[in-house]
């Protein structure tokens, strides 16, 4: 009887433990998904936390210093609503004007800028396989 006790708190400790982890694990990492139009209606609620925003590079915005992996540049979404954005690492191949870019990091309220840890670029329309529609 005493065997089959020990098991069960061993698995309960063992379940509480797991449940622990998974609680503490995804709220310290969890990330918002957003759209510029959303961080800038609400930048309060934003302001210093970890976020994905997606949006168009705004023509005529880009600063670039390859040397000193230096990135700065606008971005916006279709309701028109454009934020800063300044990069510091390896800029991606792919960037340009007129691209949709995924950028992942903090916004600066007091600054007014988002400050990114990574870019991403969304594959340029040439790499999609094309469609043979037939009838």
């Not at 990330?31 to 609400?42: D, M």
């Not at 992942?104 to 870019?119: L, M, N, P, R, S």
């Amino acid at each position: 009887m005493k065997k089959s006790w020990k098991i069960l708190f061993a698995g309960a400790v063992f379940v509480v433990a797991i449940g622990y982890l998974l609680t503490t694990g995804f709220s310290s990492d969890s990330v918002y998904y957003l759209e510029v139009s959303e961080v800038l209606e609400n930048p309060a609620k934003f302001n210093q936390k970890g976020m994905r925003v997606s949006g168009d590079v705004v023509t005529g915005t880009i600063v670039k210093d390859f040397k000193k992996q230096y990135l700065e540049f606008n971005m916006s979404d279709e309701e028109g609503k454009a934020m800063k954005v300044i990069f510091n690492g390896i800029i991606p191949d792919t960037f340009k004007e007129d691209i949709e870019v995924i950028v992942e990091g903090k916004y600066d309220i007091d600054g007014q800028v988002f400050h990114a840890a990574t870019v991403l670029t969304k594959c340029p329309s040439k790499y999609e396989a094309e469609v043979d529609e037939k009838s």
